[in-house]
């Protein structure tokens, strides 16, 4: 084996090596080198076991995720969406929680306003619905609170 | 009942300190790397036997890997009437565990064995005695580039094992069983998350220094003649074995 011959394999190795791992990275972890779009805010009263990076959907188009989940001072839940910059949200936007399937992942759903006002980045959206729990409407009817 | 325990401190004492040498040996050898002269050709030579010459293994084992998970997973996942998964269950033990351990595995029998013998022979044969009175540390020459090899070259060859056991998946599981291509890559996308890449990652940087590091110092401290060498390589075989599955219970339950 000549010299050069070694340099070239162990360099398409190398590249090769490197290709997967940009791959798995980019494609696969979706790791952001350039971070694109902006960040709403969102404050639920129960998220019910919503995870970071879940993803957040119009129309049941992905739109984005959600970045962060935090806990505000008054015992509600708050998130971070981080959305793409072409989605502008109007003002009266409904942003509420459901369900994939029937054990499916939760998601956050954004029902689009007809506000003349937009949310600016950093801005939050006001009107959110929390998860039905079928626990808590099964215990309501039982105890009859309906 | 003394002799008993007397036999248990002998054995005790001797595990640590064969601990400690290794430790001591790989802090020598990765101090010797910031020390000129440097021998990028070595390193170069080193990458090849250690990495080029495992690609064909690692695809091999790679493929069929993948091609084992997408069947068996899929059977299991029909059954809850969610083979929609079979992509991410396929994508996430491929890069989260088998894909660091099974590379770590494969490296160790093909190179880790023969660094052993490489350097085993050369300490009973007095090769490395004749390097260090031509004044060449011993360390420096054989030693160095090869842990360096090992470090570079183990995590590229796990990231090809991935990509490729991602492939065996999608002929089994797309091509074969008929599962639609795009939920099958759109359910991976999802659910793998940068924390499983970075953690395969580590993973495998610490096999690929475990592994030649276990055969370094293994052929290194050969003694007794061709009978020692034979010893020092099954040693480094089944010790590199056992050190890389209990590191991986341990990475795995401190970083994941």
Request: with cysteine; charged share 20%.
């Given at each position: 084996m000549s010299r050069g011959n070694i340099e070239l394999l162990v360099g398409l190795f190398v590249l090769i090596g490197l290709a997967s791992l940009t791959y798995l990275a980019l494609h696969l972890g979706e790791l952001e080198l350039f971070s694109h779009g902006y960040r709403v805010y969102a404050v639920f009263d129960n998220i019910s076991?919503?995870?970071?990076?879940?993803?957040?959907?119009?129309?049941?188009?992905?739109?984005?995720?959600?970045?962060?989940?935090?806990?505000?001072?008054?015992?509600r839940a708050k998130l971070t969406l981080k959305l793409d910059t072409k989605v502008v949200l109007k003002e009266d936007t409904i942003a509420s929680i459901r369900t994939k399937g029937i054990i499916g992942d939760k998601f956050v759903k954004l029902t689009p306003g007809f506000s003349d006002k937009v949310i600016p980045?950093?801005?939050?959206?006001?009107?959110?619905?929390?998860?039905?729990?079928?626990?808590?409407?099964?215990?309501k009817y039982v105890h009859?609170?309906? | 009942?003394?002799?008993?325990?007397?036999?248990?401190?002998?054995?005790?004492?001797?595990?640590?300190?064969?601990?400690?040498?290794?430790?001591?040996?790989?802090?020598?050898?990765?101090?010797?790397?910031?020390?000129?002269p440097f021998r990028f050709r070595r390193l170069l030579q080193e990458m090849y036997l250690i990495g080029?010459?495992?690609?064909?293994?690692?695809?091999l084992t790679a493929a069929f890997t993948g091609m084992i998970l997408a069947l068996q997973g899929f059977y299991t996942l029909k059954q809850y009437g969610s083979e929609g998964a079979l992509g991410s269950a396929v994508a996430l033990s491929l890069i989260r565990e088998m894909g660091p351990v099974l590379t770590a595995l494969m490296v160790s029998a093909r190179a880790g064995s023969a660094v052993?013998?490489?350097?085993?022979?050369?300490?009973?044969?007095?090769?490395?005695?004749?390097?260090?009175t031509m004044a060449v540390s011993p360390m420096q020459y054989v030693v160095m580039p090869k842990l360096l090899a090992g470090l570079i070259t183990v995590p590229l060859l796990t990231a090809i094992f991935d990509v490729m056991g991602i492939i065996g998946g999608?002929?089994?599981?797309?091509?074969?069983?008929?599962?639609?291509?795009?939920?099958?890559?759109?359910?991976?996308?999802?659910?793998?998350?940068?924390?499983?890449?970075n953690g395969g990652i580590v993973k495998s940087?610490?096999?690929?220094?475990?592994?030649?590091?276990?055969?370094?110092?293994?052929?290194?401290?050969?003694?007794?003649?061709?009978?020692?060498?034979?010893?020092?390589t099954n040693q480094t075989v089944v010790l590199s074995a056992v050190l890389i599955l209990a590191w991986d219970y341990l990475l795995t339950s401190f970083f994941m």
């Open positions: 076991g919503l995870k970071t990076g879940a993803p957040v959907e119009v129309a049941g188009v992905e739109v984005g995720k959600v970045e962060a989940v935090e806990m505000t001072q008054d015992f980045p950093g801005g939050t959206i006001r009107e959110t619905e929390s998860v039905l729990e079928l626990e808590e409407l099964i215990s009859g609170k309906v | 009942m003394v002799a008993l325990l007397r036999r248990l401190g002998c054995w005790a004492l001797g595990l640590v300190r064969e601990a400690g040498g290794m430790m001591l040996f790989l802090l020598e050898g990765l101090a010797l790397a910031f020390v000129p080029v010459r495992s690609v064909l293994i690692i695809l052993t013998a490489e350097i085993g022979i050369m300490r009973i044969t007095e090769q490395l005695d004749a390097l260090d999608y002929i089994v599981g797309v091509i074969l069983l008929g599962l639609s291509s795009g939920i099958y890559f759109s359910e991976m996308v999802r659910s793998v998350v940068p924390l499983d890449i940087l610490v096999f690929g220094l475990t592994i030649i590091l276990v055969a370094c110092y293994k052929g290194y401290y050969t003694e007794h003649g061709a009978e020692g060498v034979s010893r020092a």
